[in-house]
């Protein structure tokens, strides 16, 4: 079979989370709730923060295209699954394949650039607080945003190029609820020594280059933190940065649980357990870190729930 020649496959088998018949039901429920919970959360986030001028700001600028990304990145796997679940199917087309992964593959690596692009805004933010509107622009932030779509689409583009050199048997079977990366290269019948060698270097690129720029703001914010003699200065400080640091950690736990569990076993139902927290938990959870955790986030919510009320007794 040749290199490149994928003439003879229509279809690829997603297996989802498990064949039980009985479970299908169970399953469906509980992603089909979650998914909604996702959308709801992240789309009140996005209203909150454009309804209300108080939210026009860098930090809830990057707020609001996190949770665009959110739900753009939940809405690659599980609508798909859902629809397979209901009709008792398990086929995505070969084209559909290719398209799952190219927007799954930018939609996660959007997630992990913009927490490091959000992490610069706390930093500037915190060491920088007279210059920070000045240094936070409007026209700053929407190129730090477009060049995050930019890199992110090549980088998504390369992967989809390389798997469309491979060759495929018909109806390959992926032990997983969407169409995987590195699941889909292991079932080509061609060589995929290359593929190989470009995954691992841009999970490497990936991985390492956006949380060090994390690392970094945050060691500078630590530093500067450091430099506030008061306890209440501190506080405050330091409260405008946990709402980010718990999502970096969970996302980026998550993300390390998916590759060890990857890595360390052959064993694919772990690998898909772990992805689903990294796929459909973590987005979930982001609305509501941020809405507990921050404040001017649940006064937003509060006004935009008022807002019909108040247009209403306005006319």
Not at 231 to 241: P, R, V
Request: charged content about 10%; proline content about 3%; some cysteine.
């Amino acid at each position: 079979m040749e290199s490149g020649n994928n003439t003879l496959i229509s279809e690829f088998l997603l297996l989802g989370l498990s064949e039980e018949e009985k479970l299908q039901p169970l399953i469906f429920g509980l992603f089909f709730s979650m998914y909604l919970i996702t959308v709801f959360g992240n789309l009140l986030i996005i209203l909150a923060i454009s309804s209300d001028s108080h939210l026009h700001t860098p930090m809830y600028f990057f707020l609001s295209n996190l949770s665009f990304v959110d739900i753009c990145f939940t809405s690659t796997t599980i609508p798909k699954m859902l629809w397979n679940i209901q009709n008792k199917s398990k086929g995505i087309t070969y084209e559909g394949c290719i398209t799952q992964m190219y927007f799954y593959i930018l939609f996660a690596g959007l997630d992990d650039i913009l927490l490091s692009v959000m992490a610069y805004d706390r930093f500037v933010a915190i060491c920088h607080p007279l210059h920070y509107m000045v240094i936070m622009s409007p026209q700053l932030c929407g190129l730090l945003v477009l060049i995050s779509w930019v890199l992110i689409s090549l980088y998504s583009l390369v992967h989809s190029l390389m798997v469309l050199r491979l060759s495929f048997c018909p109806e390959m079977q992926i032990p997983h609820f969407f169409c995987e990366l590195s699941q889909v290269v292991q079932l080509a019948s061609s060589d995929i020594f290359l593929n190989n060698i470009v995954m691992y270097f841009a999970a490497v690129l990936m991985g390492v280059g956006p949380f060090a720029g994390i690392l970094y703001s945050y060691s500078k914010i630590v530093s500067c933190i450091a430099k506030i003699s008061s306890a209440q200065g501190k506080y405050k400080a330091f409260s405008t940065c946990v709402s980010h640091l718990s999502v970096v950690f969970l996302f980026y736990f998550t993300a390390l649980g998916v590759f060890l569990s990857s890595a360390a076993t052959h064993n694919s139902h772990s690998s898909t357990i772990a992805s689903v927290m990294y796929t459909v938990v973590t987005p979930m959870l982001n609305p509501f870190i941020y809405s507990l955790r921050n404040r001017d986030i649940k006064e937003g919510l509060k006004r935009l729930y008022l807002m019909p009320s108040i247009k209403h007794q306005l006319c």
